[in-house]
């Protein structure tokens, strides 16, 4: 029996930098039992593959508890746990922070103006103990819980740095005579390690806020299922908890409030603000019979409803869940970065190291003290947090925008290869066209005229079996007849062509005309003289037939969707190839080709052609996108290099496909492409600077100028820059939220 790998997504608490999530991931991955540990810092979140058979959450638990983070496992509500004790340690942070700054301030003010009152270092080794070894104490515990095992983080190069100033500020603070003897001053650090603390506590306040502000997509989205319902049953109207509803459930709603489950209008009729959905702001009617959605907005009347889909089943959930898994997934620049983050610390240690050997050697007369600032000034201005912010904030941002606008991004690295797509491949029906096909003529034979209610019972219940939008347009035409209920002994489903089945020892065929030459059917001449004007209106025509000859012709016309033009004319404009495949006859490509401006077409296409052509396109060297709606695109689909689904398509092309146009409107295509571009130039400017941060700040703190005019970076000034850097990144990733429209 095969062991069943379990992937879940648990919150992270405790992380402060971009290398302990590297620690937080190396330390999972060689549990037994894990397969993949994904730690994402940005979003303080784990993904993680395991077998459950081998290896219990509450396992995981205890050894991430013994370096110093945890994770928490309750599935029901963990998000809102995760937020609670973020919320719990930001402000104790804030509190920590806060005093620490009240006996900051003094012991700067006595270290840079007041050096020579009586018991000045005294005064500032009282006040700066706790600053360090109180309200900074989480920097040496977590700094020491890493060491334990081997590892070193941001905690470790605060700790290592602050630590060192003070004890050497203590020795001479209490043995200034040492110095003396030398003919040498006893400096003191106290303000240094003080400010340091102090500084990297303000940095990490800024950049909590900044962080939680890329999660506000997500925030929006939960905030639009209400916590209780008015559930109806036979002792009446009763308040219950979302968590209580099941399917099958009678549930009132009245104007102004949300609806909280998926389901289907039973009693009363109102208007519903669906924009959360499809992105239009016109409220749409409802009536018995209708679908409403979780999350949408009841305006006016107050209507019943059953509820058909409940928890994690919703459209709501399982937008919260794809734009919490995007956001959660690593793009593949992040993989290098995260490599480099990973010997970041160990790296920045040594060369703190080397440049205390280096001023030891060739300092001269104060080559302790200034060595021994300069190491510390290079352990403080060295944080990879910067390094490891900058693709996850960029990416977090980018797929909530997305999210916002209706753009589902199923991972990063959908998002990261939006930018490079240079053709496009459109399917036809309900991608172009609006996917709402209406019969507009059935032409039958003369041989069948005396049984045409019979044969139209068994293509409807052929239809009904079938899942293709034209099968929809066929049942609705044939649900306004009143017509017997045929039980069919046999049905399938011809990949590509339409729908097979037998009756009453007969067999019976609905599909397009490539149907014709495979069965060899054969068309009488009073409807093959019907047919030419049919096509010449590029109707798109159903063959219904026996196993000899055709009997019905059903011509269907599907309308252009209003904006498939303006975004056929923006991907163009922007230097795309767009090309339409469709399974559809010669002349309605054409007609439909020409009204949208599409210059490559192919008709009468087979799903396994479309894949093919895709592959073609990439053999050529282009970096395709594939969007379609229905069952026969899912091959083309997992084929391209970005796939696109309709979300009003079938499941198994959502599934598929990497992004998910929620309202099915083609003009999101040239914006979802954008917010890539977009996406993609945040994460190199964000690369850019920090990595530029640490070229130019490491040398500069390690003393690099101080030969040519006697410059030494001051650790106070290292501390507030390596804050900076940090917050400058995550600013500059919310940016995107401005960027696009």
Request: contains cysteine; aromatic residues 8%; charged residues 15%.
């Amino acid at each position: 029996m095969a062991t069943t790998i379990k992937t879940q997504n648990f919150p992270v608490t405790g992380m402060t930098c971009a290398g302990c999530a590297v620690s937080v991931e190396s330390i999972l991955a060689v549990q037994e039992g894990v397969q993949q540990a994904e730690v994402n810092y940005a979003n303080q979140s784990v993904k993680l593959s395991f077998n459950p058979e081998q290896v219990k959450p509450q396992d995981l638990q205890k050894a991430l508890q013994s370096v110093g983070y945890d994770i928490i496992i309750d599935e029901e509500n963990a998000q809102e746990k995760q937020e609670e004790v973020q919320q719990q340690a930001y402000q104790k942070l804030k509190y920590n922070f806060i005093l620490a700054a009240i006996l900051t301030i003094p012991v700067v003010v006595i270290g840079m103006f007041l050096m020579d009152m009586p018991y000045a270092n005294e005064l500032m080794l009282v006040l700066s103990t706790p600053v360090l070894f109180f309200y900074g104490r989480s920097f040496f515990i977590n700094a020491y819980k890493q060491a334990k095992h081997g590892k070193a983080n941001m905690d470790s190069l605060v700790a290592l740095s602050t630590g060192i100033a003070y004890v050497f500020s203590v020795f001479n603070t209490f043995n200034p005579h040492f110095w003396h003897q030398r003919g040498l001053h006893p400096h003191v650090y106290f303000e240094a390690a003080a400010v340091v603390i102090v500084f990297i506590m303000l940095g990490k306040l800024l950049e909590d806020r900044a962080k939680s502000s890329t999660s506000t997509a997500i925030k929006k989205l939960i905030g639009l299922q209400p916590k209780k319902v008015i559930r109806l049953g036979a002792s009446g109207e009763e308040e219950v908890p979302i968590s209580q509803v099941q399917v099958g459930n009678l549930i009132l709603i009245r104007s102004g409030e949300k609806i909280p489950v998926d389901g289907r209008v039973a009693e009363g009729n109102s208007f519903v603000d669906e924009s959360m959905i499809s992105g239009e702001p016109i409220a749409v009617a409802k009536q018995a019979g209708d679908t409403v959605f979780a999350g949408t907005i009841n305006q006016k009347g107050s209507f019943k409803f059953t509820a058909e889909k409940v928890g994690e089943d919703t459209l709501l959930a399982q937008i919260i869940k794809l734009v919490q898994d995007a956001q959660g997934s690593r793009a593949p620049v992040q993989k290098l970065v995260d490599k480099i983050a990973g010997i970041f610390v160990p790296v920045v240690m040594l060369i703190a190291l080397l440049t205390f050997a280096i001023w030891m050697l060739f300092g001269g007369e104060h080559a302790f003290t200034q060595g021994l600032m300069a190491m510390v000034t290079v352990l403080v201005i060295a944080c990879p947090c910067a390094l490891g912010l900058a693709t996850p904030t960029a990416i977090m941002v980018g797929i909530g925008k997305g999210a916002e606008q209706g753009i589902l991004i199923k991972d990063a690295e959908a998002l990261e290869a939006g930018h490079q797509v240079n053709a496009i491949i459109l399917d036809k029906t309900g991608t172009i066209t609006a996917g709402h096909p209406q019969v507009q003529q059935v032409l039958w034979a003369k041989v069948a005229l005396d049984k045409v209610e019979a044969y139209e019972a068994v293509l409807l219940a052929m239809e009904q079996q079938s899942e293709h939008p034209l099968a929809e347009a066929i049942i609705k035409y044939l649900k306004q007849k009143t017509l017997p209920t045929v039980q069919l002994n046999q049905f399938n489903s011809l990949t590509g062509l339409g729908v097979e089945a037998v009756f009453e020892d007969e067999t019976y065929t609905a599909a397009s005309h490539k149907i014709l030459k495979l069965k060899n059917l054969a068309i009488a001449d009073d409807l093959q003289q019907q047919l030419l004007a049919l096509k010449e209106q590029a109707y798109t025509l159903v063959y219904f037939a026996n196993s000899k000859e055709v009997l019905a012709v059903v011509a269907i016309a599907d309308e252009v969707k209003a904006g498939s033009k303006d975004a056929i004319q923006q991907l163009q404009q922007q230097g795309i190839e767009v090309y339409m495949l469709t399974g559809d006859n010669e002349q309605t490509a054409k007609a439909v080709a020409q009204q949208t401006g599409i210059q490559h077409y192919q008709a009468d296409v087979l799903p396994a052609d479309k894949a093919a052509f895709v592959e073609k396109l990439q053999q050529e060297g282009k970096v395709v996108a594939m969007i379609g709606d229905g069952i026969n695109d899912s091959h083309a689909l997992a084929q391209a290099n970005v796939s696109i689904a309709m979300g009003k398509g079938s499941d198994i092309a959502i599934d598929v496909a990497k992004i998910t146009l929620v309202s099915s409107d083609l003009r999101l295509v040239p914006k979802a492409l954008q917010l890539s571009s977009q996406t993609v130039r945040t994460i190199r400017q964000n690369l850019f600077w920090a990595f530029i941060y640490n070229l130019i700040g490491i040398p500069l703190a390690a003393g690099i100028l101080y030969p040519f005019n006697g410059f030494l970076l001051n650790p106070m000034l290292a501390g507030a820059a390596m804050a900076l850097s940090s917050v400058s990144v995550v600013t500059n990733s919310l940016r995107l939220k401005y960027l696009t429209s």
